[in-house]
């Protein structure tokens, strides 16, 4: 369908009732939703390989043990290695999860994530960065992409988070847990979903694409004060690190909505572009 | 948890384990060139341009960390440790007009830059030292480059347990940048054994491994494919890139 005749439809009112299918999802958001969810797949995975060549975090310019954040580590105690994680100081025995962990080859080894957690699955830092800074290129097209297509189509207005949606966040969160019958009336998103969707596309994607630049030197070297607003580079990297937690708790989140909200009919959408209309469901900001 | 979640997540996580032989064959197979391809494109964005930061005294690491191969034990380096360096020569050749051999007197004698400047290693740590040493464009200027050299390739005194070669190679753009050091002492004090003595190259604008330690060589050359495995440096020829500015 024609962007133009998606339009007409709206214009028309079509698609507003429960059980209504509605073009919802253009080929550009479809793409780069799958070029995103590939991406961050690879980009953890890889990252996980490449923090496991020094698990630790600072928050520092220099490293520096004493303003120390997370640390894995492992160590023999009574004649058993045992796998620590260290937080704020605080140290957790976490052997076989982290810290120790199966080495991809069959046994366990000093390394802070576990192989099937990493890319590639034994220790391999070259090509950890390998896929890293390819996959970082797809998540940068993808959001780049996205975000132009968006804003020439008018599809971003429904998915950003306005100050007229603030007093509508409480009263969705509460009808989330069931302590509230109806939703407040919104358009294609609900108000939770905006404050998500924009954290994600204006604060989480650039701050991990910033926070990674922040780390080669060649780009220290041509922007210092990138690296310095960061707090140094060990800092960068905790940010870094940081930033891919929330998205990580981001994408848990969109999974466990995706599907208790209909799984079957919000995947073919995002896949066709059509989307069946349920009770409460709007269209337009 | 919802039931079609925890079938959903039980999958994924079945997926993700039993994946190793696909991510190990997605590694090394036919995808590999795409793999491969990122390098020359993050060096045409990012390049070498500008001024890697200098630091303060204060900012020093006292004990600066060691890292990179063990330091040589073969009698060739140790005998020159025995008689601190005095028998220690530079050698410059390849494609250059003035080939040069030059003495630590000779380099100590050349117009020295002193630069605080942090270390950033491959594996994510960084460290902060003051270099002292010789601009490597300072004695690339004295043996003269043929207009064909393109890179500068030095050869060090470290071996591995296999018995391969340290290397490493520039282009002549990273090698004229200001901040390229032909290092010789650190935290004010000639270089010990661990740090690379006598001479090592720090180049603050790469990632750690592109500053060879234990240089006694450096040749230009149009091409570095014929040396060592091909990919220029020691390092690079087990797939880590050979622009090493991210």
Known sequence: MTTAAIDAARAHGAGTRPGETIYRHTVAARTTHWAWALAMLVLVMSGLQIFNAAPYLDASDKSDPARRVLAFDSSTQNGHVVGTTQIFGHTFTTTHVLGYTDDGDGGQDARAFPAWATLPGMQDLADGRRWHLLFAWVLVVALV????????RGTLRELVLRPSDVPKLLPMQLYYLKLRRDPPPHGTYNPLQKAAYTVVLFALFP??????LALSPGVDAAAPWLTWILGGRQFARTWHFTA?????????????????????NNTLSMITGWYRLKEHDGVGP | MNRRLFVATSLSALGLTAC????ESLTMGPFRGVLLSTEKLNHEVIGTHGMAR??????????????GLDTPADSTYTGLVRNTFRDYKLRVDGLVDRPQSLSLAALRAAAPRTQITRHDCVEGWSAIGKWRGVPLATVLAMAQPKLNARY???????????GTRYYESLDLHEAAHPQTLLALDLNDKPLDPDHGA?????????LGYKSAKWVNRIEL?????????GAGGYWEDQGYEWYAGI
Not at chain 2, 54 to 67: K, S
């Open chain 1, 207 to 212: 701050i991990i694409v910033i926070t990674g």
């Open chain 2, 54 to 67: 200098e630091y303060a005294d204060a900012d020093v690491d006292l004990e600066f960390r060691v890292n």
């Open chain 2, 198 to 206: 006598p001479v090592r190259l720090k180049i603050p604008t790469q």
């Open chain 1, 145 to 152: 992409t996205y975000l132009i297509s968006a804003a020439m």
């Open chain 2, 152 to 162: 500068c390739v030095f050869h060090c005194y470290d071996v591995d347990e296999s």
């Open chain 1, 244 to 264: 891919m937690v929330l998205l990580i708790g981001y994408f848990l989140t969109h999974i466990a909505l995706v599907v208790s909200t209909g799984a079957w």
């Open chain 2, 221 to 229: 050359v149009a091409d570095f494919a014929p040396i060592g495995g």
């Open chain 2, 20 to 23: 190793g032989p696909v991510k």
